[in-house]
Every structure is written in C-alpha cells, then in structure tokens.
C-alpha cells in the first residue's frame, strides 16, 4: 500500500494535530517545515477550533534549522507560546524536516514539564504513517506523558459505570462532534458515565486526567484507534469492548449498545437493565414512528430513487452504512470501498463483517488508498437503476460523470458544510435519510 | 546581471534573488526608501505556521487544463490541493471552459523505507504510472521538505522519463524550507515553465497578451477588445500548447508584480516578450498610466486615450459620490505584498485614511528590477505614507494586537483566516476572492461600494464580538505588536 496514490482522502502523520484540537483550550505546537500546518488546515478546512489553523505556533524549518538543526528555535517558541497563549494542554508535534534531520525533542520538552507545565511530545513526522494511525501516537502519548501525572487521584477503574470511549477520529470523521454528542447520550442513557474526550461535550483536560478512573474503554472502529485500548489495558488494567464499525440507523445501535450493557455488567458495572432495555425501546419506538411515516415515499416515488449505493469513505462508515442502507431504507450496497490505508492484517475481518450483513448477497470490498483507482473501478461498473454515490467532495465530479445521485460524507471536501449533525445513532440514520433523499429530491427543478 | 537563470534547474529565492524580507515595522515611506539601499530581514522569536511555497507552485500547474501533477512526498505535502480542484470547477465558467475535467492530482506517498533508501524509484515508477493512467500532455513534479532533505535526483528521474514518455515531465523545486517567503514558489512553477516548456517564438502576434494571472474573472477581455487584441491567460486555465506558444504573444501584463515577477521578466529576457513595466491598474492615476503604457506598446496610443476617456466619463462622477460617503473612514490591510499594496492605493483613491497594514513580505524590487511596477512606490508618492506599515508572514499574535489596537473602520484582507480577527474584534472585515475584482476605473467603484456595503452591515460582528473565544492572553495584548520580532520595538 505504499505505492503513488491519486485523490487522498487521509492526510499524513501530522494530520493527527487535529485531535490535539479537539481537545477543549489545547494547542498543538508544529515543530515542522512551513507548510505542515497550513496543508491540514487546508485538508480538513474550517478546522481551526480554539488554538489550531493560523493560530498555532510552529517553528517554520528553513535551511538553516535543516543544516543544524532546531531545537533551540523549539525552545524559544515554546517559552513565548506560554505568554502569547493561553492553553491548558500542549503538544509537540514534529513533522519531516525535523524527523529526517534528526532533532530529539523529548529534553527540550522534558525542561518545560519539569517547571510544571502540561506539556507532551510526540513524533509525527509525514512520511511514518497515516493521520489514522498517528491519531493513536498522539492519544497514547498524552495518556503516558500528561494523564500519568494524575494517577494518584483517579485510581485506577474506580468507577464501575464510567467509561472512555474511544470512536470518530476528530475532524477526519467530519462528524465527529456530533457523533460524539449522540455515543454520549445514547450510553448514558443505559446507565453509564461517559469519557468522550474531545469536544465540546468533553470535559475537556479534566476529564483526561479522570481516564484511569473508568472501569473500562469502548472502542468503535474496525480498526484505528485500536492501539489506544490495547494501550490503556496495558496502563491501566481496563479492558475494553470494541464495535466494528460507526452504528447507523436502529439495528446497528441496538446491537452497540447491547454488545455495550453486557460487556458492562461482566465488568461488574451495576446498570439497571430494565431501565436500559426502557430506553432503548423508546429510542426504537420514536425512529420508527419516522421510518413508518416515510415507508409510503420510499415505496411509491414515482419520479425515480436510487437503488443501489456505491460507498467511498473509511471501513467503519463502509460497514455501517452499507448495512443501515440495505436494511432500514432499502437501498442495495454493490461494490464498496474502503480508502483509509486499512492494515491487511484487519482486512479479511473487515470483509466478513460487511458480508454478514447480507446472507442472500455479496457485498464486495476492496481495500484501496488510491482514491483515484478507486473512482476509475467505479467509472466502470454499469448496474440497473438509479445509482448513489458516498463519498469525497473528489467523487460529486465522479457522479456527475456518471449521472448518479451523490451525498458528500467525508473528507476532503468543499461541497458540504457539518456542523454538529451526527450520523451516529437512531437519529444519525434518520439525518443520513434526510441527506440522501433531499440531495434527490433538489434534482428535481 | 539578469535575475533570470533558465540554465539550472532550481529557481533562485526571493531573499536572494530579489533580497525580500519577512519582518519589518515602520512606516511604508520608509520601507520604500530603505527598499533602495539594502534591507535587513528581522526574525521572530515566536512563529505560527506559514505558507508554503509547495502550494503556491502547485496551483500554477493544477489549474493547467491538460496537465497531471505529482507532489513527490508524503501524502501530507498535497492533502491542501484538493482546494485547487474545486477553484478550476467552480472558476471555469469564468474563463469560458464548458467542460472543466477533473483535476489530475497524485502523490508518491513517501515512506520511511523511502527516506532511507531515497524515493527516486518510486518517482520513476510513479510518472509511469501516472501517464497510462491520465494520458496528460505534460507531468509536473513537485518536489517537497522530505524529498529535499533524502537527496533525490528529481531533475534526472524527470528527464529519463520525458525521453521515454516523449511528453515534458517537468520538475519544480519548491521545497518548503527552502525560503521563508513562500511567494518563491510561484517562481519555481515559472522557472520550470520558462525553461522547459516555452518554446521560441515562430511568429509574434499582435492580437495576444499575457495576462500572468490567477483565476479570477475575465476583465482583460474587454479592455484589450479596444486594442484589437485576447487576452491568453497564464498559467491558470491555460493549456499546454498555449503555454508553449505564449512566447509569440505583443507583450505579457501581470495582475500582481508579486505573482508574475519571474515569469513576465523570463518572457521578455529570454523569450523577447515585452513587459508592461507600468505597475498594475489599481487607482486613476495608475490606471491611465498602465492602458497608457499598453497603447504605446501596442503602437496604439489613441486608442488607449479613447479609452481612458470614455472610463474616466463614465466612472469619475461614481467615484466622487463614493469619497462622499467613505471620506475620512479608516481602514487596515493585510495581504500578500503587491495585492496589498494595491488595496492601499484603492483606499488612498476612495478618500479613506489607512490606519496601517500587514504584508506578508517585501520584494525591494521585481525580476524586470524597474521601479514603475512598485505599487508601493505609487502609493507613497500619489496618496501619502502608511503608518504602521508592518512586514508580517501571517504571524496572526501581531495582527491580532494591532487591530485591537487601532480598531479600524474596516479590515481589508486578500488571504483567508485573517479575516476572522477582525470579525471577533467587532470591525467589519472584507476579503475579495477575485483578484481582477478592483482593477480599473471600474474597479475603484466596485470595491468602494463593498466596503461600504461591508461597514454599513456590522451587525453580524458586532454580535459575534460579544461572544468571540479568544486564545491570546491578556498580557500579550498589552504589549507592543512587534515585541517578538527581534530587534523589534521591545527588547
């Protein structure tokens, strides 16, 4: 998977400086070339949140710091990022130039935190992997070098209903704010305390620190992120239950959170059951009262749906909204695609998981970065019907080429907006129908 | 000595070619006077992130019609381009292209393997790749801080693989680190152009004129119909064979002396085009002395003086009524030089009082080394100095601290993600995407009637001020703007 690679829809290591601001009054630090940080801003766009975009401090690598290095640059605008800026956590994060030259950041960081401050390094360098993988890098290195210090007041797996929750990647998910608003919602409603960590509906450092204290961690990703749980498991002695893809629609978060409740009670939290299943019922029962009211539109349209779907996105968005699309709305799932760089190793997996999600058909998929390739495939499959594209802003051009409806949901992308919608959740499947059917509906002039 | 050098095949940088710098205060007066007898760059002692000159590079060829482009470095090095994708699609109509194709846009996705090992197989490889998969006319390689650093031999892998290909592959050395003024890479998409796919001229032609330009919309059209001439737009929307050709043009003209630099002075040096040495249209008096400069060119200097006239007829009495309504308004600018300094002529035309500005750079002079085409020479001498004229590659801490110091009427900006301080501050803030927007007689009115639309309607940041998030302490605001800029106003 390392080959050339056209339409990237994942940036690269130090990409994950987006999860740093994602953390409330965080701010990344670049000690990088120029351009880092205005590439990922440039990715992600409207990404500038409280301290990142133009506003985050980097050392801007010229040759002179290439020739002998810049940890002293480092020094000085970590010193002045103290007076200019007023953060509760920082993190450095190093980027090519200083990866290849070789700079040891770790001692100059090490100064700063020896004074107190919350300060964490991390190396994040372009060319050592995805910003999907470096997500984990940054996490870990801010639950080893800044929560560690607050151990002593969070024993560990104190609290049998709390847990963290370790889900959509911050900004790379383009909505993860509010799907992590609706995980959070959706598992206190079954009873336990949540731990989102990033966002506005995170405690923000405070709640970093308080991450030993829960009694075990969740993990919805077929697999980015995965080396946080492992991680906390070996830190802190919490295991961890992991859900294979983003649950979409009422199957899917049924299943999540029943996978959740008694993953809980054989840790010995103590939810309510009842009260659980009360819950889940209510949820249940308004999402189709919705789904009952639209069944006529769905079945009667006359003037053209689509019926089959092609996906572009992550193998946790592939997974479930192939399988929310083909049993809550109807809409078949052919060939899909899966375009974030996914490891062989969890491929197979990934690839079983999609194709239990039908026993009369088969749902293809293929593993490929290259978005490009990607589209070139797609470019030439012919299926009857009306067809329905998911995907980058890259693929609106690849629908219009092909005369396919298109809903853009997932980065990079100009043709879209988000906010704080969510696509988790009983209420995510109804916004995805909602997006869907009013891209369709605004074809008709 | 020419600052123009097509033998090899690294562009000069600015600092050296043209000894521009990155850090100044003062006053635009003397900052112009300084220009001519050596400037001294000031470095900051704190930093936020900049551009890069990769980028800059990058959208003269992404915008190429029918060329592919290969950023050779990690992944991360292209992820902004999309972005250049989405301007050619949404621009086309501006510029008359009815089918806008996707953009071509690869990288050769660096590993660490690729580091220790060099990447210049993967490169070799990947051109290939590139061409089955793309059939472009040309390949443009961009070569990136990781590339830079490992030592590939970019303009070799290039050169085989145009020989096998028998299509220009075309290297471009815009590596980030390499210069602190990321203009720079402009001049490296330029210098690889110039010197390895602009051909000599078979003909000139006296119905064609450059226009170095970026996307905006096509307001040379008209002006150059009185002339009897098109104009060929380069390098954005252009095509291969067009830029082969734009060697045979009357004469080239830029949008920005900033921009164009480089290539307008290879054109004239190497390939015998002459430049409009007179500085872009920006205000009346340089307005008339730029159509003039082009008529005398042109061998058509009555045609340019019926032009100016019926403009000037036509718009003179506008643009009074608009220095009624703006007179004695303030203002702060900040863009990349030349475009800002432009804004600040348009500000000295409308009347209005420029309270100071943040350029991205300096370039003490162009490429052509001709004074005509400072625009900030013209706007000291025709509308007077610019006080807290402030050299500052978007270090975002001193723009803050010095509008929430001089809280001007309006803030005028030309790049994105500078705006937003004005709003949070509570001024009203404006950027204009369309660099051709403000050029011209018309221009002047163009522009006036936004900012006064922009200042009339602040309800928005009027509100968004009351609940602005702010990052920056409260110390930092307290002290002088420039404390960080070392030999700066403290200590």
């Known amino acids: ?33 120029p351009g880092c940080g205005n590439m990922i801003q440039g990715f992600f766009e409207r990404s500038t949140g409280y301290a990142g975009g133009s506003t985050s401090p980097c050392t801007n690598f010229t040759e002179k710091e290439v020739v002998f290095g810049g940890t002293d640059r480092l020094r000085e605008n970590i010193a002045n990022t103290y007076k200019i800026l007023d953060t509760d956590l920082q993190v450095v994060l190093t980027g090519c130039t200083a990866g290849i030259v070789g700079d040891d950041i770790e001692p100059v960081v090490e100064e700063f935190r020896e004074d107190g401050k919350p300060i964490v390094s991390v190396e994040t360098a372009g060319f050592k992997c995805s910003n999907f993988e470096a997500h984990s890098l940054v996490v870990n290195a801010v639950i080893d070098q800044y929560v560690s210090r607050f151990e002593e007041e969070n024993p560990f797996r104190s609290e049998k209903n709390t847990v963290n929750l370790f889900a959509s990647l911050p900004y790379q998910d383009p909505f993860w704010k509010g799907n992590l608003r609706e995980y959070k919602r959706l598992l206190e409603g079954i009873g336990l305390s949540v731990h989102v960590l990033f966002g506005p509906e995170s405690g923000g450092v405070r709640e970093w620190q308080q991450i030993p204290k829960a009694n075990f961690n969740i993990l919805v990703s077929p697999w980015y992120g995965l080396p946080i749980a492992e991680h906390l498991e070996e830190v802190y002695g919490q295991p961890f239950t992991q859900y294979p893809n983003i649950p979409i629609g009422a199957n899917e978060t049924e299943r999540f959170l029943r996978q959740v409740l008694a993953f809980a009670n054989e840790q010995g939290a103590e939810l309510d059951l009842d009260a659980a299943e009360k819950f889940i ?19 009667e349209f006359r003037y053209g749906l689509p019926n089959h779907v092609h996906i572009v996105h992550d193998a946790g968005y592939v997974l479930g909204l192939s399988k929310f699309l083909l049993h809550e709305v109807g809409i078949v799932p052919k060939e899909q695609f899966a375009v974030d760089n996914t490891p062989k190793r ?31 495939t797609i470019r030439s499959l012919h299926h009857g ?15 219009r080429e092909k005369d396919y409806d298109f809903l853009s949901a997932s980065v990079p992308t100009p043709y879209r907006l988000v906010m704080t919608t969510n696509y988790v959740g009983f209420s995510g499947g109804l916004r995805v129908i909602e997006d869907i059917y009013g891209a369709v509906l605004a074809t008709y002039r | 000595m020419s600052k123009i050098n097509l033998q090899i095949p690294e562009v000069s940088i600015r600092e050296i070619r043209l000894g521009s710098i990155t850090g100044f205060q003062g006053g635009a007066e003397e900052l112009v006077n300084c220009s001519r007898c050596g400037l001294k760059d000031k470095s900051r002692s704190f930093s936020q992130c900049l551009g890069c000159s990769t980028s800059q590079a990058a959208c003269m060829v992404i915008l190429v019609q029918d060329a592919a482009v290969i950023s050779h470095g990690p992944v991360g090095c292209s992820s902004c381009f999309h972005e250049f994708a989405f301007t050619y699609r949404v621009n086309s109509p501006l510029r008359g292209v009815e089918h806008p194709t996707q953009r071509k846009i690869f990288s050769t996705n660096l590993q660490e393997t690729d580091t220790v090992y060099g990447g210049a197989q993967k490169l070799a490889k990947g051109i290939h790749e590139v061409y089955e998969r793309t059939h ?10 990781a590339a830079g650093i490992i030592g590939d031999d970019v303009e070799s892998v290039c050169g085989e693989a145009e020989e096998e290909l028998g299509v220009p592959v075309i290297a471009i050395f815009c590596e980030g680190f390499r210069s602190k003024v990321w203009t720079t890479g402009f001049d490296a998409s330029y210098h690889a152009i110039a010197r390895k796919l602009i051909q000599p001229a078979r003909e000139r032609r006296s119905d064609m004129i450059n226009v170095i330009n970026f996307w905006g919309s096509d307001v040379f059209g008209d002006w150059f119909e009185a002339f009897g001439a098109k104009p060929n737009y380069i390098t954005p929307y252009s095509t291969i064979e067009n830029l082969r050709r734009s060697s045979e043009a009357a004469a080239s003209v830029q949008i920005c002396p900033t921009l164009g630099s480089y290539l307008g002075a290879a054109l004239e040096q190497e390939f015998g085009v002459p430049e409009i040495n007179a500085a872009p249209p920006y205000g009346i008096a340089q307005t008339d002395r730029w159509f003039r400069a082009l008529g005398k060119l042109l061998h058509k ?29 303030t203002a702060y600018v900040t863009a990349g030089a030349a475009h800002g300094h432009a804004l600040l002529n348009l500000l000295g035309e409308l009347g209005m009082k420029a309270k100071g500005a943040a350029i991205f750079h300096h370039d003490p002079i162009y490429d052509n080394e001709n004074e005509e085409s400072d625009l900030l020479v013209n706007r000291v001498k025709e509308y007077g100095d ?60 163009r522009y006036g009637e936004r900012i006064l639309e922009t200042i009339e309607n602040d309800e928005f940041v009027k509100n968004l001020k009351q609940h602005a998030i702010n990052p920056y302490t409260k110390w930092w605001l307290d002290q002088e703007p420039y404390t960080f800029l070392k030999g700066g106003a403290a200590k």
């Open chain 2, 386 to 445: 610019v006080p807290n004229f402030n050299i500052c590659n978007k270090q975002e801490f001193e723009l803050v601290n010095m509008l929430n110091r001089l809280q001007p009427d309006v803030l005028l900006a030309r790049h994105g993600g500078m705006t937003l301080w004005g709003a949070k501050l509570g001024i009203p803030s404006l950027l204009i995407g369309d660099e051709h927007f403000s050029m011209g007689y018309e221009g002047i009115v």
């Open chain 1, 385 to 399: 019907g009306r067809g329905l594209i998911i995907g980058s802003g890259w693929d609106k051009e690849l629908a």
């Open chain 2, 136 to 145: 472009p006319n040309a390949v443009f390689v961009l070569t990136t801080c």
């Open chain 2, 301 to 329: 200097e009555d045609e340019a003086e019926r032009l100016i006239a019926s403009k000037r007829a036509e718009y003179l009495p506008k643009i009074e009524a608009l220095r009624e309504k703006l007179r004695g308004k």
């Open chain 1, 346 to 376: 969890f491929q197979e997996q990934i690839a079983a998981e999609l194709q239990s999600a039908s026993d009369k058909k088969v749902i293809p998929l293929t593993f490929e970065p290259d978005a490009g390739k990607v589209q070139d």
């Open chain 1, 281 to 299: 019922r209510q949820e249940r029962e308004a999402y189709y009262e919705e789904i009952d009211n639209l069944a006529t539109f769905l079945l």
């Open chain 1, 1 to 33: 998977m390392s080959g050339i690679i056209e339409q990237e829809r994942y940036t690269c290591a130090i990409g994950a400086l987006q999860s740093v601001v994602a953390i409330p009054r965080a701010v990344p630090i670049l000690h990088s070339g």
